[in-house]
């Protein structure tokens, strides 16, 4: 009695929660993505029993509070950790019901003080004849396919009135439909020239106006055009001569003013000038508003239908829906006259905003935005106070309890659209839960009492096991390679000396030649240091000074097969002339690339998306022909662009520039040719100067040149990943066979590869802090940077409980070395990039760095879990004790390892919430990102608590769940940036296919489960 009583506090009904939390949150992620995030909204986020879903997990964790007693002193650490989840739960609350979101749209020179909602709401006004409101009201309404609720009764005087929402129709026409009540109805098409086009319904008695005639469904002598009625026939009539032109036989008839005309379908009538055609004549029919397929041609409006009663009589209303405008619906009652009104709603803020400038930033010679900022003024007429102010990303006006963000602008660039937050107490309440939380965890990892601190082996003893699914991604590469000679070839240590000079690049940073030669090579050839024996910079060189030879080099990837056939090239790898005969101006391709490029990019096959790769590798080489890469000279036209050395010198600031920027560049290659390396490099070097000089803007330094050089020579990711998976393959291999042979003292062996490791962590480190000094940045901006940064925390990780067990070692190593490799897999782009407006944000190297710093220790959560799958599947009578001891061990390091990446994972999710705050109004928005992120939070609470639910308990169950928990891990990281729409997203386009071996690594993770547990039974491990 007394546990049916308190079910809502009990251990299993939190698990079952976290499951229906888990799997709704992941339901709505795939449905945003394929119907959108309104969607999405109405079907989960916004609805009562998800809300009710969250108010549950609230109160089992206040029985949980209850029946753990986390109230005692030695606990409170844990218990005001787990009370900020409390906060924030009534933090989203509060700017659920009472917070405001909502934009100002503001032009240069003018002054705004109406703010636009996000949400729409439904306006209901009724007026009398002399236009007196006698009822008003309204509702926030965010319409979608799945949620047409909306019902208002309502009386005024006698009068009831019924108005309900019965269909929302995002692709809609009008039609005539048959009704046997109704009336007889035509519908004409007026055109009059190629822009005008209008379709008119009439009923009996109905006059309307349309291309500048009355045209009336009556006998009406005022009417222009006349549609009557008559002995079941219908005719048209007009006071003007009426031509008609049958389309069937082609025939053409004139009649004369006032004469009755057969109406009929499959003809034309001309009355001045406008052409008339008779859709549709019904006797008995009536207007509808239907759905049609989507018209990529023809861009329908959406409406939404209601049906009006007023005293039992029913009519339907319809209101045609435009582009972020309101849209308004009018009806005429014998009495009365009803307005329906859906659109944003308009706030009248209590003061006024005046733009006074809007201020663009590019980076230099792009037109990519650096920044961009509004310099507004606040005009106070109640203080009487006007206050200037500059906002700008991550830079917010805040007055009066109202925040105004950074958000978008007009495309003129002389408006600025402001994103415009009200929420104080919700944003209050959630901030004081965020600052609990973070300062809990800490207090929690300190406090000798919590469960981190006195986990032992005992927490996980039981005899019951279950089995999950998990994800891991691997590639290899392999590599072809072919020569040839009479070419022009640079000498490396000169080509590397001219690699010194900066460029600008096509997105407007600005960075050595060296690099950009390394980004090149890697986008035609897929490779990284050298190709065919030639540095990037060689090859760069050779194509620009020597095309006609080096055209013929085979340096294009080609992955496809049929395009091999098609070029009727053997290996992988084709040349220039392969694919183009510039003597004859054929592109054997170009059939295949005009194809690929008229097909959506949902509906492009693998062979099109390999053709459009084959064609912008091509293009990459003939643009180093053209020099559209050589843009190396600063020039003197009013504007940060550089140009190269084919029309710099038209800018040049005298005579003696021109002949410089003419010429030099061509000097340097007759050196070249000539043997005279040294006066190469001595002209190298003046472009250097001359860079440094005229430039308008700061130019990397020459210690930030000789690090990027360095750090693109150098390869270091590239050494690191076998470097890693080598040395833990061998380390891991050396543990499991002293553990079967019963052979322990190893501590020597061990000591080597831990020490060779180190060396091997620190090149890591060295390579991520060049990188950051480089880019400017946190070197977590991208996929590729943050796939090298989770594997230092895995390696970090490794050594900071590799002393409890040199498994954990063996494993990180193994498993940073996978993620360098995956780093460098095809759809990573490792090229150092600026950032984006919005990423300029201290919030963002917090937030990045400790959320990617959690899947280090997820991951060796993973790891670990599978060395104990392999530990059970290699039990023998002989080494079962020393196995079920190492096991035991590494499950106590396992959940460690998994609680420090919970707490940080926990931590980077909500500074990233901070970060969201500060850029663009909300903490929150339900984006794919933050919900896996939720989702990933979520699934491994349910791992690190499963050991409280009856029957879960055992080390063999929570190392399967540590393994296959990281698989929400891999969907947050991969599957979100790769195959979900989102904020969040690195793909930019089509997602990347699973390779085939995933499923092969899930199939067989399963299949190792399974036998594992079968060899924990029979050894009695447990």
């Given at each position: 009695?007394?546990?049916?009583?308190f079910?809502l506090?009990?251990?299993?009904?939190?698990?079952?929660l976290?499951?229906?939390?888990?799997?709704?949150?992941?339901?709505?992620?795939?449905y945003?993505?394929?119907?959108?995030?309104?969607?999405?909204?109405a079907?989960?986020?916004?609805?009562?029993?998800?809300?009710l879903l969250?108010?549950?997990?609230?109160?089992?964790?206040?029985g949980?509070?209850?029946?753990?007693?986390?109230?005692k002193?030695?606990?409170?650490?844990?218990l005001?950790?787990?009370?900020?989840?409390?906060?924030?739960?009534?933090g989203?609350?509060?700017?659920?019901?009472?917070?405001?979101?909502?934009?100002?749209?503001?032009r240069?020179?003018?002054?705004q003080?109406?703010?636009?909602?996000?949400?729409?709401y439904?306006?209901?006004?009724?007026?009398?004849?002399?236009?007196?409101?006698?009822?008003?009201?309204f509702?926030?309404?965010?319409l979608?396919?799945?949620?047409?609720?909306?019902?208002?009764?309502f009386d005024?005087?006698k009068?009831?009135?019924?108005?309900?929402?019965?269909?929302?129709?995002?692709?809609a026409?009008?039609?005539?439909?048959?009704?046997?009540?109704?009336?007889?109805?035509?519908?004409?098409i007026?055109?009059?020239?190629?822009?005008?086009?209008?379709?008119?319904?009439?009923?009996?008695?109905?006059?309307?106006?349309?291309?500048g005639?009355?045209?009336?469904?009556?006998?009406?002598?005022?009417?222009?055009?006349?549609?009557?009625?008559?002995?079941?026939?219908?005719?048209i009539?007009?006071?003007?001569?009426?031509?008609?032109?049958?389309?069937?036989?082609?025939?053409s008839?004139?009649?004369d003013?006032?004469?009755?005309i057969?109406?009929?379908?499959?003809?034309?009538?001309?009355?001045?000038?406008?052409?008339?055609?008779?859709?549709?004549?019904n006797?008995?029919?009536k207007?509808?508003?239907?759905?049609?397929?989507?018209d990529?041609?023809h861009?329908?409006?959406s409406?939404?239908?209601?049906n009006?009663?007023?005293?039992?009589?029913?009519k339907?209303?319809?209101?045609?829906?435009?582009?972020?405008?309101?849209?308004k619906?009018?009806v005429?009652?014998?009495?009365?006259?009803l307005?329906?009104?859906?659109?944003?709603l308009e706030?009248?803020?209590?003061?006024?905003?005046?733009?006074?400038?809007?201020?663009?930033?590019r980076?230099?010679?792009?037109?990519?935005?650096?920044?961009?900022?509004?310099?507004?003024?606040?005009?106070?007429?109640?203080?009487k106070?006007?206050?200037?102010?500059?906002?700008y990303?991550n830079?917010?006006?805040?007055y009066?309890?109202?925040?105004?963000y950074?958000?978008?602008?007009?495309?003129?660039?002389?408006?600025?659209i402001?994103?415009?937050?009200k929420?104080?107490w919700?944003?209050?309440?959630?901030?004081?839960?965020?600052?609990?939380?973070f300062l809990?965890?800490i207090l929690?990892?300190?406090?000798?009492?919590?469960?981190?601190?006195?986990?032992?082996?005992?927490?996980?003893?039981?005899?019951?096991?279950?089995?999950?699914?998990?994800?891991?991604?691997?590639?290899?590469?392999?590599l072809?390679?072919k020569?040839?000679?009479?070419?022009?070839?640079?000498d490396k240590?000169s080509?590397q000396?001219?690699?010194r000079?900066?460029v600008?690049?096509q997105?407007g940073?600005?960075?050595?030649?060296?690099?950009l030669?390394?980004?090149?090579l890697?986008?035609?050839?897929?490779?990284?240091?050298?190709?065919?024996?030639?540095?990037?910079?060689?090859i760069?060189?050779?194509?620009?000074?020597?095309?006609?030879?080096?055209?013929?080099?085979?340096l294009?990837?080609?992955?496809?097969?049929?395009?091999?056939?098609?070029?009727n090239?053997?290996g992988?790898?084709?040349?220039?002339?392969?694919?183009?005969?510039?003597?004859?101006?054929?592109?054997?391709?170009?059939?295949?690339?005009?194809?690929?490029y008229?097909?959506?990019?949902?509906?492009?096959?693998?062979?099109?998306?390999?053709?459009?790769?084959?064609?912008?590798?091509?293009?990459?080489?003939?643009?180093?022909?053209?020099?559209?890469?050589l843009?190396?000279?600063p020039?003197?036209?009013?504007?940060?662009?550089?140009?190269?050395?084919?029309?710099?010198?038209?800018?040049?600031?005298?005579?003696?520039?021109?002949?410089?920027?003419?010429?030099i560049?061509?000097?340097?290659?007759?050196?070249?040719?000539?043997?005279?390396?040294s006066?190469?490099?001595?002209?190298?070097?003046?472009?250097?100067?001359?860079?440094r000089?005229f430039a308008?803007?700061?130019?990397p330094?020459?210690?930030?040149?000789?690090?990027?050089?360095?750090?693109?020579?150098?390869?270091?990711?590239?050494r690191?990943?076998?470097?890693y998976?080598?040395?833990?393959?061998?380390l891991?291999?050396?543990?499991?066979?002293?553990?079967?042979?019963?052979?322990?003292?190893?501590k020597?062996?061990?000591?080597?590869?831990?020490?060779?490791?180190?060396?091997?962590?620190?090149?890591h480190?060295?390579?991520?802090?060049?990188?950051?000094?480089?880019?400017?940045?946190?070197?977590?901006?991208?996929?590729?940077?943050?796939?090298?940064?989770?594997?230092?925390?895995?390696?970090?990780?490794?050594?900071?409980?590799?002393?409890?067990?040199?498994?954990?070692?063996?494993?990180?190593?193994?498993?940073?070395?996978?993620?360098?490799?995956?780093?460098?897999?095809?759809?990573?782009?490792?090229?150092?990039?600026?950032?984006?407006p919005?990423?300029?944000?201290?919030?963002?190297?917090?937030?990045?760095?400790?959320?990617?710093?959690?899947?280090g220790?997820?991951?060796?959560?993973?790891?670990?879990?599978i060395?104990v799958?392999?530990?059970?599947?290699?039990?023998?009578?002989?080494s079962?004790?020393?196995?079920k001891?190492?096991?035991?061990?590494?499950t106590?390091i396992?959940?460690?390892s998994?609680t420090?990446?919970?707490?940080?994972?926990?931590?980077?999710?909500?500074?990233?919430?901070?970060?969201?705050n500060?850029?663009w109004?909300?903490?929150w928005?339900?984006?794919?990102?933050?919900?896996?992120?939720?989702?990933?939070?979520?699934?491994?609470?349910?791992?690190?608590?499963?050991?409280?639910i009856k029957?879960?308990?055992?080390?063999?169950?929570?190392?399967v769940?540590?393994?296959?928990?990281?698989?929400s891990?891999?969907m947050?990281?991969?599957?979100?940036?790769?195959y979900?729409?989102?904020?969040h997203s690195?793909?930019?386009?089509d997602?990347?296919?699973v390779?085939?071996?995933?499923?092969?690594?899930?199939?067989?993770?399963?299949?190792?489960?399974?036998?594992?547990?079968?060899?924990?039974?029979?050894?009695?491990?447990e």
């Amino acid at each position: 009695m007394k546990e049916k009583r308190f079910f809502l506090f009990t251990p299993w009904f939190m698990g079952v929660l976290f499951i229906v939390f888990v799997m709704a949150m992941a339901f709505a992620t795939f449905y945003e993505n394929d119907f959108g995030a309104k969607a999405a909204r109405a079907l989960v986020y916004e609805t009562k029993w998800f809300e009710l879903l969250m108010v549950l997990l609230v109160v089992n964790l206040i029985g949980q509070v209850i029946q753990y007693k986390l109230f005692k002193r030695k606990k409170l650490t844990v218990l005001f950790f787990h009370l900020a989840f409390i906060l924030m739960i009534i933090g989203a609350g509060i700017t659920r019901y009472f917070g405001f979101e909502g934009v100002v749209h503001i032009r240069e020179n003018h002054t705004q003080n109406i703010c636009s909602s996000l949400d729409n709401y439904l306006y209901v006004k009724v007026t009398d004849i002399n236009d007196n409101n006698i009822y008003s009201d309204f509702k926030k309404i965010n319409l979608n396919h799945i949620n047409t609720k909306y019902k208002n009764n309502f009386d005024i005087g006698k009068d009831e009135y019924s108005l309900k929402l019965v269909n929302y129709l995002p692709n809609a026409i009008e039609t005539i439909v048959n009704d046997l009540n109704g009336e007889p109805i035509v519908s004409l098409i007026l055109s009059k020239s190629m822009m005008f086009r209008e379709k008119v319904f009439l009923s009996q008695g109905d006059l309307k106006k349309a291309g500048g005639l009355l045209i009336g469904f009556s006998e009406n002598d005022s009417a222009d055009i006349r549609i009557i009625l008559k002995d079941d026939t219908f005719y048209i009539a007009s006071k003007y001569i009426i031509s008609e032109l049958s389309m069937m036989s082609k025939t053409s008839l004139v009649y004369d003013e006032e004469e009755l005309i057969p109406l009929e379908r499959m003809k034309i009538y001309e009355v001045k000038g406008i052409k008339i055609v008779p859709e549709i004549i019904n006797k008995k029919g009536k207007v509808k508003v239907i759905n049609t397929e989507r018209d990529l041609q023809h861009k329908r409006r959406s409406a939404l239908v209601f049906n009006l009663e007023v005293n039992n009589e029913s009519k339907e209303v319809n209101v045609w829906l435009g582009q972020n405008i309101k849209s308004k619906s009018e009806v005429n009652l014998n009495k009365h006259k009803l307005e329906l009104i859906y659109g944003p709603l308009e706030i009248e803020l209590p003061f006024k905003l005046k733009l006074e400038d809007f201020i663009l930033e590019r980076y230099p010679g792009s037109n990519s935005p650096s920044s961009y900022k509004s310099n507004v003024v606040v005009i106070d007429e109640k203080e009487k106070t006007e206050i200037p102010y500059s906002i700008y990303m991550n830079h917010i006006l805040k007055y009066k309890g109202w925040r105004f963000y950074q958000s978008s602008y007009d495309q003129d660039e002389k408006g600025t659209i402001l994103s415009v937050n009200k929420d104080f107490w919700g944003m209050m309440v959630t901030y004081i839960g965020y600052s609990l939380l973070f300062l809990f965890i800490i207090l929690s990892i300190l406090n000798k009492n919590s469960r981190f601190r006195t986990v032992s082996r005992n927490h996980f003893k039981s005899n019951i096991g279950k089995v999950s699914i998990l994800l891991i991604l691997f590639l290899s590469a392999s590599l072809v390679v072919k020569s040839q000679d009479d070419k022009f070839v640079v000498d490396k240590n000169s080509a590397q000396e001219f690699g010194r000079i900066l460029v600008q690049d096509q997105k407007g940073r600005t960075k050595p030649l060296y690099t950009l030669s390394n980004d090149i090579l890697r986008k035609v050839s897929r490779e990284t240091e050298q190709f065919g024996g030639y540095t990037p910079m060689q090859i760069f060189l050779g194509f620009y000074f020597d095309f006609e030879n080096w055209q013929n080099i085979p340096l294009i990837k080609i992955s496809n097969k049929e395009i091999k056939r098609i070029l009727n090239t053997q290996g992988d790898y084709a040349s220039f002339s392969n694919i183009v005969d510039l003597n004859t101006n054929t592109y054997k391709l170009k059939s295949y690339v005009d194809a690929a490029y008229t097909k959506p990019s949902g509906a492009r096959n693998k062979f099109d998306k390999e053709v459009i790769k084959v064609d912008e590798r091509l293009n990459i080489c003939f643009m180093i022909y053209t020099g559209e890469f050589l843009k190396i000279f600063p020039v003197n036209n009013n504007s940060d662009k550089w140009h190269g050395p084919k029309d710099a010198y038209q800018f040049a600031n005298g005579s003696e520039d021109s002949l410089f920027l003419k010429n030099i560049v061509n000097f340097y290659a007759q050196n070249i040719e000539a043997g005279d390396i040294s006066q190469a490099n001595s002209l190298a070097e003046s472009i250097q100067s001359y860079q440094r000089k005229f430039a308008n803007y700061e130019l990397p330094s020459q210690s930030k040149v000789n690090a990027e050089i360095f750090y693109y020579k150098s390869k270091l990711y590239d050494r690191l990943f076998p470097f890693y998976a080598t040395l833990g393959v061998l380390l891991l291999f050396i543990l499991i066979y002293g553990i079967i042979t019963q052979k322990r003292d190893m501590k020597i062996v061990v000591s080597i590869i831990t020490w060779i490791l180190v060396a091997g962590f620190i090149f890591h480190t060295l390579g991520l802090a060049i990188r950051w000094y480089i880019s400017g940045h946190a070197p977590m901006s991208n996929g590729y940077e943050s796939m090298i940064f989770i594997s230092w925390v895995t390696v970090l990780a490794g050594f900071i409980f590799g002393k409890r067990s040199a498994f954990v070692l063996a494993a990180t190593s193994v498993l940073g070395g996978f993620t360098l490799m995956v780093a460098h897999l095809s759809f990573m782009d490792p090229e150092i990039t600026s950032l984006v407006p919005v990423l300029q944000s201290y919030w963002l190297t917090l937030h990045v760095s400790v959320i990617t710093g959690s899947y280090g220790f997820f991951g060796l959560g993973a790891i670990i879990g599978i060395i104990v799958l392999i530990l059970y599947s290699l039990s023998t009578e002989q080494s079962k004790l020393n196995i079920k001891s190492t096991i035991e061990e590494l499950t106590v390091i396992n959940y460690k390892s998994l609680t420090i990446g919970l707490y940080l994972l926990t931590i980077g999710t909500f500074l990233g919430a901070i970060w969201a705050n500060e850029s663009w109004g909300r903490y929150w928005g339900w984006d794919p990102k933050e919900t896996w992120s939720l989702i990933t939070i979520i699934v491994y609470t349910f791992v690190t608590h499963s050991g409280m639910i009856k029957g879960l308990k055992g080390f063999y169950t929570f190392n399967v769940f540590a393994l296959f928990a990281f698989s929400s891990v891999l969907m947050t990281y991969f599957g979100v940036n790769y195959y979900l729409s989102g904020l969040h997203s690195y793909a930019g386009g089509d997602p990347v296919p699973v390779p085939k071996f995933v499923y092969i690594s899930v199939i067989t993770l399963i299949i190792l489960s399974i036998y594992a547990y079968i060899k924990r039974g029979k050894y009695n491990l447990e």
